[in-house]
Structures are given as C-alpha cells and as structure tokens.
C-alpha cells in the first residue's frame, strides 16, 4: 500500500503548511476543508476543497461539510475486502490513506472569563471527531494523525517506504481514541456543571501529562504526574520551577499539602511541610517574621522539608532559607536578589506561583481519591469559620489572645492527618501529633514536641473528644484553650474537665476528618 490521498483539516494550524506541502511533493493528493483549505491554496500548496469529493456545498456555516459517505467509505472501507472493493468501485468512490485533523478549540474557548454557553456549544466538533474515529478504527489500513508533534514521524516514514508501519498506525490510532476521549471529558464536564450534575450516573475525568516521573513514592514504583486541563493558577500544577531538579512524586504530595494550608491566610503566611504534614506554621506581619516562627517551631523537622510562602521571598527570608538544607520553595514571587543566594545551591527546587485569591475566595473543588477497583469523590474542605461561628461551653470564655490562636489552630489542625491535635501560640504551631490512632496519643505527641511552649498554649482538635481524657492532659501540660467540634455523648465529661482546670472550650460543631 501507499499514501496516495490524505484528508487535511485542523483549527490548529501549527506546521500543517510545511507538512502538506512535503506530502504534496511526494505525490499525496491533499483534499481540505474551509480555513485550511483556504491556508494551503494561499500558500500554494495543491489542494482540492471537500465540494469536489462529495460533490455537495459545506453548508449550514460549516457544521456540514465532511458527514458524507464519500469522505466516511473513504475512511471505513477494509481495503483487502472484495466486497468493500466492489461497493467502492461500483459508487465511485475512492479511498483516503490519510487524515489529519485537529478538533474545534473547546478547551480553549471554555477558560475564556467571558465566554457565553452558546459560544461554548459551537466549539463542539461534530465532524473532526467521526473523521478521527472512523479512521482510527480502520487503522490496519489508515494512518491518522491528530498532533503536530507526530508530523515528522509520519513525513519520514512516508518518505522512506510511501506508507506508515503498522505498528505506527497502531500508535496514532490509541492517541486518536485517547483525544477523542479527552475532548468528550471536558464536554461532558462542562454541560454537567451548566446542569448542575456535579456527580452524575458516570464520572469521566481527564488529566494532561505534565511529565513522567523517575519513581512513585518508592523507587520501585512507576509515576507521572497529570494536571486538569484548565487547572486554576496558584497551585503545583501551574507553577513554574525557576531552579532545581526535577520534582518527584513525594515533593508533588508535599508542596500540595504546603499550599493547601497556606491558602488558609491572607496575612504573612510561612508553612513547612514534612511527609504531607506541617511540621511548622507561622504568620506574621512580614514573610521574613512569619518564617522565622514556622522554622522556630520544629527546627529538627524542617530539614529536608518543602517550605510555602505567601509572599514574595526577598534577600532576607532568602538567607535563612539557605541556611539548612530544603527540598522546595514556594512563593508567588522572589526577588532578584532571593533568587541570586537561593540559586547557589544546587538542587533546591524554587517553585514560583504567581497571584494567589484571597481565602475567602476559595471554592471547593471535586477530590479524585482511588480506591482498589474504583474511586471516592469528594468536595474538598474548604469550610472556614470565624469568632461568630464558635460556640463558647465554659464557665470561662477565652481571651482575645487565647481566641487568635484558636482560630489559627483550627486553620492548620483541618490539615493535619487524623488524629489530630496542634498546639499554637504566638501566631505559630508549637506542636503538631499526626495520624494517630487514638486522640490522646496525638495529644501526647504535640505536648511532647511543644515542650515549655506548651504553657498558655492553645490546644486544637480535628474531631470531638471521646472522653474528658485529652482535656486532662492539656490541663497538666498548661494548656489554657481549646477548640474542638464537640458532638460527643461524653462532652459534659470533657466541659467539666475544663471547667475544674479553668481551660476555656469552644465547639464548632464542624470536624476535619483527613485520612
């Protein structure tokens, strides 16, 4: 077999005039569509218009061109069946060896701020898709091409021996099906957003490959890293690496759990983060204050950790950072300065994020968990609360103070892995006890970490407390305040505790299970 015909239509035009004209020159007849059609003629590529081979006018502004049997039995005929050969034969149809097709730019015109939904429907591509799939289906005999990328492969092959291999055919036709598939995705989920469906009977999801990986969490694990098709700025998925090797699998999980917690504040914010745990967190009223206080909260932790700012990272800041060994750096920005001493150490990765929204202006987003043989979906957490919202259960109310950091705990407690208790105090977690199975062991650990910092500390919990145990241990520890969700049968047990010690208690009557 050879190449002989090849139908040419794309919205991305991006090298097709090169491409068509070296198919032209070893000797493909190039049928085409519209603006491609247009394009090539301009460009003096030789070229039919669709008319001429269905012997109809694309109507209806184009939605109609390509839907005709002497463009689809082109495609679908099995070229070593005498009945397919005679059908053709006797309808005088002739055979297309080649497609290349690119799709109408929905993605591209659903990002768009201002886009309406009828705009959004036009740039569903009825006929790119029918052509793709018809002539992916019959790729023992069809070459397909739908990325630019793989022009020069194809080019070279045709070159060489006048058709593609096989095994290249087979190649293409899976990365047909593969786009087809995404495009349809983000169709799907776009018209189940308009709807209102955000679960519906089937969830089709599709990512974009970002880069393959070296390893998963273990060196004997394969991995690659995907994002969303129109993932939103300020988050690992978009920022842009300024330094450093490449970003493993376990710095991908961290730098997420950093900026998860970061999001929660709009003041001068500093997160480190430890095996998708913060091992320290500080605000302050400049960058360089709150990283001081989230490095002072746990200085052995931090090393080797991944630290998120929610600031620009100046000279100063940058000094510090450069002191101890670090995975990751995050920030919207660094000055020159920043990245001049940042820069003399090699392998630390500098991750620059851009503008981040205000937290208020979170919105919670769809969670793709797997599980063995299927998967959770889930909003994520993006609940917030203020002083209004609390619930006060003690005799003794809480200071002003003892109330800031309460609500800073409760900010950072959300992302800790259950069990979970965090101390803070001074504007910075001074101890954390993570993924615990019972909550006094949890307890336990923070107070441990805490120290002499624990005293006047404030205390705060992802879940109720089962029992007035944990209060009791806060009490011996120092501990002044406590926020919890409350909603256990023995919360008159953990309020009397309390009470006896002269700790305040607030509920919030919301928890922050995280697995």
Not at 27 to 41: E, K, N, Y
Not at 135 to 145: M, P, Q, T
Not at 232 to 240: C, D, F, H, I, Q
């Amino acid at each position: 077999m050879a190449i002989r015909r090849a139908l040419i239509s794309v919205s991305d035009k991006t090298g097709i005039v090169e491409f068509s004209r070296e198919l032209a020159n070893q000797g493909v007849q190039i049928i085409s569509t519209g603006g491609t059609f247009s394009l090539l003629q301009k460009e003096g590529v030789p070229v039919i218009g669709i008319s001429d081979v269905t012997g109809f006018p694309e109507i209806l502004d184009g939605r109609v061109k390509t839907l005709h049997p002497a463009v689809h039995s082109g495609l679908l005929a099995v070229r070593d069946d005498e009945e397919h050969q005679k059908a053709m034969q006797e309808l005088g149809l002739d055979y297309i060896d080649l497609v290349i097709v690119n799709l109408y730019p929905f993605k591209e015109t659903i990002a768009k701020p201002d886009v309406t939904y009828e705009d959004a429907i036009e740039n569903i591509d009825i006929g790119g898709p029918t052509m793709l799939r018809s002539a992916a289906k019959n790729h023992a005999f069809v070459s397909v091409v739908v990325d630019a990328s793989d022009y020069a492969a194809v080019l070279e092959e045709v070159k060489a021996q006048g058709d593609t291999t096989l095994e290249t055919r087979k190649r293409l036709a899976a990365k047909v099906f593969r786009h087809t598939a995404s495009y349809d995705a983000l169709i799907s989920d776009y018209l189940s957003k308009q709807t209102g469906e955000p679960l519906p009977e089937s969830y089709t999801v599709t990512y974009e490959k970002v880069q393959e990986l070296r390893y998963g969490e273990n060196p004997h694990q394969k991995a690659a890293f995907y994002r969303k098709p129109l993932a939103a700025s300020g988050n690992v998925t978009t920022a842009e690496q300024l330094h450093g090797k490449e970003l493993s699998y376990n710095n991908i999980n961290d730098a997420n759990a950093a900026l998860a917690i970061l999001k929660e504040f709009d003041e001068p914010a500093v997160v480190a983060v430890k095996h998708m745990n913060p091992c320290g967190v500080g605000i302050g009223t400049t960058i360089h204050e709150a990283y001081q206080k989230a490095y002072e909260a746990d200085p052995t932790s931090i090393f080797g950790g991944i630290v998120a700012a929610n600031r620009t990272i100046g000279a100063d800041t940058a000094e510090l950072l450069g002191g101890i060994f670090l995975e990751i750096v995050i920030a919207p920005d660094y000055t020159p300065e920043a990245l001049e001493i940042l820069t003399k150490k090699k392998n630390i990765r500098l991750l620059k994020l851009g503008e981040l929204k205000a937290a208020a202006e979170r919105k919670p987003e769809w969670l793709v968990t797997s599980v063995d043989g299927g998967m959770l979906v889930q909003e994520s957490d993006v609940h917030s609360l203020t002083e209004a919202d609390l619930q006060v259960v003690t005799n003794r109310k809480p200071t002003e103070e003892e109330m800031k950091q309460l609500l800073f705990g409760w900010k950072v407690v959300k992302h800790v892995k259950s069990n979970a208790i965090l101390l803070a105090k001074d504007d910075m977690t001074v101890g954390v006890g993570a993924g615990q199975m019972n909550r006094v062991g949890a307890a336990r650990i923070a107070i441990e970490q805490a120290g002499e910092k624990a005293v006047g500390s404030a205390l705060a919990s992802d879940a109720f407390f089962p029992m007035g145990d944990t209060v009791e241990l806060a009490a011996k520890a120092g501990i002044t305040a406590i926020i919890q969700p409350g909603g256990s049968i023995k919360d008159e047990e953990s309020i009397a505790a309390a009470n006896a010690n002269n700790i305040a208690m607030v509920f919030t009557s919301v928890r922050h299970f995280k697995h």
